[in-house]
């Protein structure tokens, strides 16, 4: 049985620099995997690379066993969300729809009834029954983010590609959007980029650490050596109660600071 995602030796360049270089990264059925690192590290171009948007300059990507553009039909990809015109006069389940649209057949689209099913089985994954109404401009930012991942959803992926879910929520937002990405798992693969330690520490089985470099790691506690390979820079992991934190020290290596 082939791999969900199997990426070997990936070189991938743009405007002539190499952007990710000798990538290598494996993603078995219902993993909830996380890709941490620094701006500009290669996140975006990691993503862009599995869903057969940027091609490698060497190595190789296979979903599902085959090139990322053959795959793309079983991938739901949700972009940040600000890429989202939320003024657009639309309700939740119109914008949930749209997901589906992949899915129906013939030129003039029109929804079937399997089509309404799958919007509200989405609906209910992300804990979103009952704001099928609702005028997309009127959600708060949590309940947005959970609609754009629901209109993915729709699309019944057995893949799904997150980029930075949890940017524009708070704390507990970020912690229960988590908590239903791991709910997935027992349906689909799941992997996210994100900036967000806190939010996913405990959430995922898988981190790398990107860095035009990956380091990968099978675990779901996240260790200041893992963040500090990627990042550049000395970090330490503190925890009080419940809520992780992450303390990066300074560059000149005098003190510590809590952010
Ligand atoms: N369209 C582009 N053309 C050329 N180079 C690009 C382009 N987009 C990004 N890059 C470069 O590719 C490198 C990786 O960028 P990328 O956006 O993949 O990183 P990232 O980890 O997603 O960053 P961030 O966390 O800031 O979103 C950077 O050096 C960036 O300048």
């Known amino acids: 049985m082939c791999e969900i995602l199997e990426i070997d030796h990936l070189v991938v360049e743009r405007a002539g620099h190499v952007v990710l ?33 940027l091609q490698p300059k060497s190595g190789s990507i296979r979903v599902f066993g085959e090139e990322p553009a053959a795959a793309r039909s079983r ?18 389940r119109e914008m949930v729809l749209t997901g589906r649209l992949g899915h129906v057949p013939g030129l003039v689209k029109r929804y079937r009834e399997s089509d309404y099913a799958a919007a509200a089985n989405a609906l209910a994954a992300m804990d979103m029954t009952g704001y099928e109404s609702r005028p997309i401009a009127e959600l708060s930012g949590g309940e947005q983010q959970r609609a754009v991942i629901s209109r993915a959803l729709a699309g019944c992926p057995e893949l799904l590609i997150l980029d930075e879910p949890t940017v524009y929520v708070d704390g507990p937002t970020g912690e229960r959007l988590m908590t239903l990405l ?10 996210m980029v994100t900036h967000d330690i806190s939010a996913m520490s405990g959430h995922v089985n898988r981190v790398a650490c990107l860095n035009r470099k990956l380091f990968t790691h099978d675990t779901d506690r996240i260790t200041g050596d893992m963040v500090a390979a990627a990042y550049g820079c000395p970090v330490e992991l503190i925890t009080h109660g419940q809520v992780p934190h992450r303390v990066l020290a300074r560059h000149d290596d005098s003190e510590g600071g809590e952010r």
């Open 182 to 191: 791991e709910d997935l798992r027992e349906r689909m693969t799941v992997l």
């Open 21 to 53: 270089d000798d990538v290598s990264f494996v993603l078995h059925k219902g993993d909830v995997a996380a890709i941490i690192g620094p701006n500009g590290g290669g996140k975006t171009s990691f993503l862009m690379s599995i869903l057969g948007l």
């Open 75 to 92: 991938v739901g990809y949700v972009p940040q969300v600000h890429t989202f015109d939320f003024s657009y006069p639309m309700t939740v």
